[in-house]
């Protein structure tokens, strides 16, 4: 809040400084004239020309005669934590991932959205690993890897791919540290500051944290359980003229929800209609029992983009994702890749080929699966023993999206479950506006806890 000792020259001046910091102007950017910003603060002209004289003399920003004003000041240190509305640290995406990722002996993360250990691969994972070291895996222990990635696991994906209706070549295929890493390089591909994503409302938290990073204008699409609200999606297309719009078409996060073919035909002809490129996240694949449709799949990779890593289902340790586009475009995001970050890691590549080829990988997901399965029956259970009511009941994957009893605010019981060291996932951070306050979302395998139930039994009374 403004001090009532602050003139009104300092307050314009602050206006600027904080949008500079913002970096909503840039170094080179031109202020608003005298007259524009005059009525847009409802001060005088006067009060803004001795504001920006002021600045200027500070060197924050320049004057040239007969062109306006520039801002010359160097931009401080990027913090995603002060860009947009300032909210609480604890409904706010990077406070999430942050008490996600925090180390905390005896903690229970049921908000966390990852398997624990004694459910991920890895007695196939060992088996890679000594192989690697005894030098009968394919890739060198040294070196760079080729532009793509490694031509055995690109191909491998693009087989995948083929299985769930998606034909990609093995070429049309870039391999990344992550599915957060293909996002980022997507990012860097298409937008510009200030352009608008479409996501949906809800959305895996860290999508709006990355897109925070990259100066995007985030706006959410209501979810429902088939997809997006199609005539909420149709009007955002028209008002925000939007460069992307990115999503789960399955075991989406952090709903459950799965999409339906008729809404994905419907979007595809919108996305058509309005030269939208859509970028869908696939990451959770692996758990379904039955593929469900892919926007990848009806469109044939011309404006999908499909990224996706096996760090849920194999391991997160090792760190490799992938891009499936069109060819030219993979083209463009190799070179993306190679300027910002060289290349990629071929031991990771070899030793994730090596797990998904060997035998018992097939057996080992198909029994996660079933076990995913029954966590699922028996955390809904327990949550509607406290009066806690799940949105939908997912088909596969690892969420159950709930809503509290009495409108109780999830934020509110986040904070009292983390003095209790369980970390919880409040809805506030899955929304691009504050909405579902009274949602929390429920990884089923972390949920099913003697410990976690008690809690939520006192909080929802």
Known sequence: MTSVHTTRTEQVMQ???????????????????????????????????????????????????????????????LALDRIG????????????LRQSLTHRPDALKPGCG???????????????????????????LTGYASLLGSPPLRALLARRLDEQGTPASPDQILLTESSTHALDLVSRFLLEPGDTVLVDDPCYFNFLALLRAHR????????????????????????????????????????????SAATAHHLLKLADAHDLVIVEDD?????????????????????????GSFSKSVTAAIRCGHIAARPDWIEALADLRVATSMSGN????????????????????????????????????????????????????????????????????????LAENIVMAPGNVFSTNGMWSDYMRFNVVMSDNDRVSDFLARACR
């Open 15 to 77: 206006l600027i400084r904080d949008r500079i910091e913002r970096r909503d102007l840039t170094p080179g950017a031109r202020l608003p004239s005298v007259r524009a910003m005059a009525e847009m603060t409802g001060y005088s002209k006067s009060t803004v020309v001795e504001a920006y004289d002021r600045l200027a003399a500070d060197g924050a920003i320049r004057s040239r005669p007969g062109a306006g004003f520039y801002v010359s000041a160097p931009l401080s240190p």
């Open 114 to 140: 990852w398997l624990p250990d004694s459910w991920l691969a890895g007695a196939p994972i060992r088996k890679a690993l000594r192989a690697a070291a005894r030098g009968d895996a394919d890739a060198p």
């Open 346 to 417: 071929p031991l990771s590549a070899d030793i994730l080929h090596a797990v998904l080829t060997d035998g018992g990988y097939r057996r080992h997901i198909e029994s996660v699966r079933s076990r995913l399965a029954r966590a699922t029956a028996r955390t809904m259970a327990r949550l509607r023993e406290v009066g806690i009511t799940p949105w939908i009941e997912p088909a596969a994957g690892l969420f159950i999206w709930a809503r509290l009893p009495g409108g109780l605010d999830a934020a509110k019981i986040a904070r009292a479950a």
């Open 283 to 307: 990451i959770f694949a692996d758990f379904e029992h039955t593929p469900s449709p892919r926007l990848a799949a009806f469109d044939g990779l011309d404006r999908v983009i499909r990224i």
């Open 85 to 96: 509305t300032p909210v609480e640290r604890e409904v706010d995406p990077l406070w999430m």
């Open 216 to 259: 995007a204008n985030v706006i959410g699409v209501p979810m429902t359980p088939t997809g997006p609200d199609m005539a909420a999606f149709a009007a955002a297309l028209t008002e925000h003229r939007p460069r992307f719009y990115l999503t789960n078409s399955a075991c989406h996060n952090p709903t459950g929800a799965t999409l």
